[in-house]
């Protein structure tokens, strides 16, 4: 393992000259969230004086596929099957010794949120928001845990507004609240790329993402138990928070600017009480700012490599998938295959379009099209594409609610075949090419 907490992960971002500080002091309202969108995909951030706190913020900590390549030590265009490697092969994860785990450096009970520099992101935001925690919970049946992020509006010193959209989480909390009992949590905040990542992964239920974080670092990830919950947590965060989602409580939660970028809706949803707070002596607080491509890319890179497993499954002949990043890194999916047999390209739609709900619009290309640009995509639609014969739509489908477009998560799907049809004579689909172009060094030829 390489680096096993943030403080490492920002070590590395140090030595590569992509972390950079902002010493003046700087507003959490907003401001942090501005100057970290324009830095996102161009640099770490660490906000050294955040008003009215002396914790420091960090932000953009993996903001671009490259800064993903770093972390798990493979070329981009593996990112997705990597994953899903670690996904299929996960591994045990190892519960440490109190004395062992920085986190357990400071321990209260009288939990004050306001002593946590929790930034306000965009304009409509009901408040400040804790986006980038990991909540971990358990299943109260079997004990099987779960690792989610969710946003987290804070709305007094103890107690966080959570939506939760109707996944592995939600499914915990009802059959706890069925027994009219609270469902422990704990929330993690200030973690490494792998820890992040590995919460994302579209798993069956039951399947403990930690397990395919510990995969990912190629040795058991370390956990150290809770002081007020039976649930175990990142041994190496900076902050935990202990707490509860209370049964049969519901509080007004939003609006919240969400990945599509648009507003989530205020609602009454679920609500948390925290009973501890354990820190470093000095911690940091991490931030992600909702919809920049540090965001987008946390959910899409997992999800990519599950639904590569899916596709391929259905149709051994897929390549490679990409989910774009004007599709929210959720909503377009790019399928690469080499086609073998006619009406591949439909079946990979279905299998795509069944991997997850928020797959709505699917394009499917031929190998010599590369799938993270998208004007070869567009390319493909423009040339290869004839809307009567290969567009396929399917409506009132299960989709994403955070799509406004949707009635309420009731989605039309699309599928469009980009391949070039089998049997078409030699040449006709054949991409112009200039000798020995790859090899020309423009530098070479021009002067001055
Ligand atoms: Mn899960």
């Given at each position: 393992?390489?680096?096993?907490?943030?403080?490492?992960?920002?070590?590395?971002?140090?030595?590569?000259?992509?972390?950079?500080?902002?010493?003046?002091?700087?507003?959490?309202?907003?401001?942090?969230?501005?100057?970290?969108?324009?830095?996102?995909?161009?640099?770490?951030?660490?906000?050294?004086?955040?008003?009215?706190?002396?914790?420091?913020?960090?932000?953009?900590?993996?903001?671009?596929?490259?800064?993903?390549?770093?972390?798990?030590?493979?070329?981009?265009?593996?990112?997705?099957?990597?994953?899903?490697?670690?996904?299929?092969?996960?591994?045990?994860?190892?519960?440490?010794?109190?004395?062992?785990?920085?986190?357990?450096?400071?321990?209260?009970?009288?939990?004050?949120?306001?002593?946590l520099p929790i930034p306000v992101h965009h304009e409509k935001d009901s408040g400040p928001y804790i986006t980038a925690g990991l909540l971990i919970a358990k299943n109260p049946e079997t004990g099987e845990r779960n690792v989610s992020i969710h946003r987290l509006q804070v709305t007094d010193k103890n107690h966080l507004g959570i939506l939760m959209l109707p996944r592995h989480l939600m499914h915990y909390y009802r059959l706890a609240e069925k027994k009219n009992q609270p469902l422990e949590i704990a929330i993690a905040?200030?973690?490494?790329?792998?820890?992040?990542?590995?919460?994302?992964?579209?798993?069956?239920?039951?399947?403990?993402?930690?397990?395919?974080?510990?995969?990912?670092?190629?040795?058991?990830?370390?956990?150290?138990?809770?002081?007020?919950?039976?649930?175990?947590?990142?041994?190496?965060?900076?902050?935990?928070?202990?707490?509860?989602?209370?049964?049969?409580?519901?509080?007004?939660?939003?609006?919240?600017?969400?990945?599509?970028?648009?507003?989530?809706?205020?609602?009454?949803?679920?609500?948390?009480?925290?009973?501890?707070?354990?820190?470093?002596?000095?911690?940091?607080?991490?931030?992600?700012?909702?919809?920049?491509?540090?965001?987008?890319?946390?959910?899409?890179?997992?999800?990519?490599?599950?639904?590569?497993?899916?596709?391929?499954?259905?149709?051994?002949?897929?390549?490679?998938?990409?989910?774009?990043?004007?599709?929210?890194?959720?909503?377009?999916?790019?399928?690469?295959?080499?086609?073998?047999?006619?009406?591949?390209?439909?079946?990979?739609?279905?299998?795509?379009?069944?991997?997850?709900?928020?797959?709505?619009?699917?394009?499917?290309?031929?190998?010599?099209?590369?799938?993270?640009?998208?004007?070869?995509?567009?390319?493909?639609?423009?040339?290869?594409?004839?809307?009567?014969?290969?567009?396929?739509?399917?409506?009132?489908?299960?989709?994403?609610?955070?799509?406004?477009?949707?009635?309420?998560?009731?989605?039309?799907?699309?599928?469009?075949?980009?391949?070039?049809?089998?049997?078409?004579?030699?040449?006709?689909?054949?991409?112009?090419?200039?000798?020995?172009?790859?090899?020309?060094?423009?530098?070479?030829?021009?002067?001055?």
């Open positions: 393992m390489r680096y096993k907490s943030m403080r490492e992960w920002l070590d590395i971002l140090e030595d590569m000259g992509k972390l950079k500080h902002v010493k003046k002091a700087v507003s959490i309202e907003h401001e942090i969230a501005a100057v970290g969108k324009k830095a996102c995909g161009r640099y770490a951030i660490m906000f050294d004086n955040p008003k009215g706190s002396n914790i420091p913020i960090v932000t953009g900590l993996t903001g671009s596929r490259d800064f993903f390549s770093k972390a798990l030590n493979v070329p981009v265009s593996e990112l997705a099957s990597h994953f899903e490697k670690a996904q299929t092969n996960p591994r045990e994860c190892k519960i440490i010794e109190k004395h062992l785990s920085p986190v357990k450096e400071v321990i209260t009970k009288d939990v004050d949120l306001g002593k905040i200030g973690l490494d790329p792998i820890a992040m990542l590995s919460s994302q992964a579209l798993t069956p239920l039951g399947q403990d993402e930690f397990c395919i974080a510990s995969a990912l670092y190629g040795e058991p990830m370390e956990l150290v138990k809770c002081e007020t919950v039976d649930i175990e947590v990142p041994a190496h965060a900076e902050i935990i928070l202990e707490g509860v989602i209370l049964p049969n409580v519901r509080e007004l939660e939003g609006p919240f600017g969400e990945y599509p970028k648009y507003y989530g809706p205020r609602g009454k949803r679920e609500y948390i009480e925290l009973t501890c707070m354990t820190t470093r002596k000095d911690p940091i607080f991490q931030t992600i700012v909702p919809a920049t491509d540090e965001h987008l890319l946390l959910g899409g890179i997992p999800r990519e490599g599950g639904i590569l497993q899916l596709v391929k499954n259905a149709v051994p002949t897929t390549t490679a998938v990409h989910l774009t990043p004007g599709g929210t890194g959720r909503y377009h999916l790019v399928i690469q295959m080499e086609k073998k047999n006619e009406g591949e390209a439909k079946n990979a739609m279905f299998a795509a379009f069944g991997s997850s709900q928020e797959i709505k619009h699917v394009v499917v290309v031929d190998r010599d099209v590369d799938i993270f640009n998208p004007v070869e995509v567009n390319w493909a639609i423009a040339t290869r594409c004839q809307a009567a014969r290969d567009v396929m739509i399917i409506s009132g489908a299960c989709g994403n609610k955070l799509d406004p477009s949707t009635k309420d998560g009731l989605s039309d799907k699309m599928g469009i075949d980009a391949t070039v049809p089998l049997g078409e004579p030699e040449g006709k689909f054949e991409k112009i090419r200039i000798p020995n172009e790859e090899n020309i060094d423009l530098e070479d030829y021009i002067e001055g």
